[in-house]
C-alpha cells in the first residue's frame, strides 16, 4: 500500500471508531458538524415516518460527517466509507446537513478560512456520493414508478406539442396575417417536427398501456370519409413541404360502427411515415370495399420501397436499425408501426405490407365493419 493510501486508511479507521450508542457523533472532531448531524437526525424522523428506521438514518450521518471530516484533510477520503451514502437517503440528508451547517454559521460564523474549508469538503462529499445520471436515470426507469414516470413526462410533452401544431398551421393559413413564401415552408417545416414528435409521444403513451388497448372498447358509428379527410388535413402541411400530394380514396358506403379513435390512429401513423419516406408523388389513402360490411383499408405511396433488412425488424419496437444511404430507413425507435400493428391486431385484423424498388410500399388491413344501422 502507498504511504498516502497508508495514510488515509489509518485515519479512516481512527474516524470510524464504533460510535458511542448514547451519541453516534461525539467521535465527530468538528462540534459544528456533530451538533448539525445530531440535529438532522432528530429531525429526519418526522419527515419520513416510519418509513426509514431511526438507526439507518444516524448510521448514514455519522458516514456523512466522518466523510466530511476526513475530506478537510484529505479529499480523497469522501471516497472512503458507507455504500447507503450513494443512495437516495444519503443525498438527501447530506443536503439536510448543509443547510444545517449553513443556518448554524449565519448565527455563529467561523473564520474564513475555516469555513471555506468546511464547505470545500462538503462538496467534495457531494462529488464523491452523487450518482453518475445514467445510473439514477435508469433506477427511476426500473424501478416501480418507473412505468408512470414515462407516462408523465410523455403526457408533459404531448400538450405543449399540441399548441405547437396549432399555432403553426394557424400562421401558416394566413389568418393570423400574410406569410411570404419562405415562412410559410418554414411554418411547414415547425408542423411537421412537431407533429412528428407528438406522435411519439402517443407512441410511448399506447405502449405504455400494451399497445393493444382499444381506448373506443365498444362499437361506435363513424364516418369514414371523414376520417380520412381528417388524417388528410392533419399531414397536409407536410406534404406541401415536400411537394406531395395525398389522395383521398373513401366509400360509397360511408357509415358504420366500429372503432374510429383506434382506425385514425392507424391510419395518421400509416400515412405520416409514408410522407416522411416519399421524396416525389402521392400517398394514397383508400377505403375499399370487400364483401357485405367489410372494408379494406390501405396507404400507399411512391417511395423507394423497404429493404430486405428493414423488413425483418420492420414492427419491433425500439429497434437499432442502421441509416443506409439512398435506403428505406426508419426511426431508431420503431414505434409506430408496432402500435399500429397491435391495434390492428385489437380490431381484429392483421396489417399486411407490400413493398417493392421503385414502385412503393402499401400498408393494408381489412375490417369487418356494419353499416351505422345494424348492430
Not at 249 to 262: F, N, T, V
Not at 286 to 308: N, W, Y
Not at 343 to 363: C, I, K, P
Amino acid at each position: 500500500m502507498s504511504q498516502p493510501a497508508a495514510q488515509r486508511a489509518a485515519r479512516a479507521a481512527g474516524r470510524r471508531s464504533a460510535p458511542s450508542p448514547e451519541d453516534p457523533f461525539a467521535s465527530i472532531a468538528s462540534p459544528e458538524l456533530a451538533s448539525a448531524a445530531r440535529l438532522v437526525a432528530a429531525s429526519f424522523r418526522n419527515e419520513s415516518g416510519d418509513a426509514i428506521a431511526p438507526e439507518e438514518v444516524r448510521e448514514v450521518l455519522l458516514d456523512l460527517a466522518q466523510r466530511i471530516a476526513g475530506a478537510r484533510q484529505d479529499p480523497a477520503e469522501a471516497r472512503d466509507g458507507d455504500k447507503r451514502s450513494v443512495a437516495w437517503l444519503g443525498r438527501r440528508l447530506l443536503d439536510l446537513l448543509r443547510a444545517q451547517l449553513l443556518e448554524g454559521w449565519a448565527c455563529a460564523p467561523p473564520p474564513a478560512a475555516e469555513l471555506v474549508e468546511q464547505l470545500r469538503a462538503v462538496e467534495h462529499v457531494r462529488a464523491a456520493v452523487e450518482p453518475a445520471w445514467s445510473d439514477f436515470f435508469t433506477s427511476r426507469l426500473t424501478g416501480p414508478g418507473g412505468l408512470d414516470l414515462v407516462v408523465e413526462v410523455a403526457h408533459d410533452l404531448r400538450s405543449p406539442l399540441t399548441s405547437v401544431l396549432f399555432l403553426a398551421e394557424t400562421l401558416q393559413r394566413g389568418q393570423s396575417g400574410p406569410v411570404n413564401e419562405v415562412q410559410h415552408r418554414q411554418l411547414g417545416l415547425i408542423y411537421g417536427a412537431a407533429l412528428g414528435l407528438s406522435a411519439v409521444t402517443s407512441d410511448v403513451i399506447e405502449l405504455a398501456r400494451g399497445g393493444d388497448v382499444l381506448v373506443d372498447a365498444q362499437l361506435s358509428p363513424f364516418s369514414v370519409t371523414e376520417i380520412l379527410d381528417s388524417v388528410k388535413d392533419i399531414v397536409s402541411p407536410i406534404a406541401e413541404e415536400k411537394g406531395l400530394s395525398v389522395c383521398v380514396k373513401p366509400p360509397a358506403s360511408d357509415h358504420r360502427l366500429g372503432h374510429p379513435l383506434a382506425l385514425s390512429r392507424v391510419l395518421l401513423n400509416l400515412t405520416t411515415n409514408a410522407l416522411k419516406f416519399t421524396d416525389q408523388g402521392h400517398v394514397e389513402i383508400c377505403a375499399a370495399p370487400q364483401g357485405h360490411q367489410q372494408l379494406e383499408f390501405s396507404v400507399r405511396d411512391t417511395g423507394r420501397g423497404i429493404s430486405a433488412e428493414a423488413l425483418e425488424t420492420l414492427y419491433q419496437p425500439f429497434r437499432r436499425t442502421a441509416a443506409r444511404r439512398g435506403g428505406y430507413t426508419f426511426s431508431g425507435t420503431g414505434l409506430g408501426l408496432a402500435i399500429c400493428r397491435r391495434l390492428v391486431e385489437a380490431m381484429g385484423s392483421t396489417l399486411e405490407v407490400e413493398t417493392r424498388a421503385d414502385w412503393g410500399t402499401r400498408f393494408a388491413f381489412v375490417l369487418d365493419l356494419p353499416g351505422a344501422g345494424v348492430l
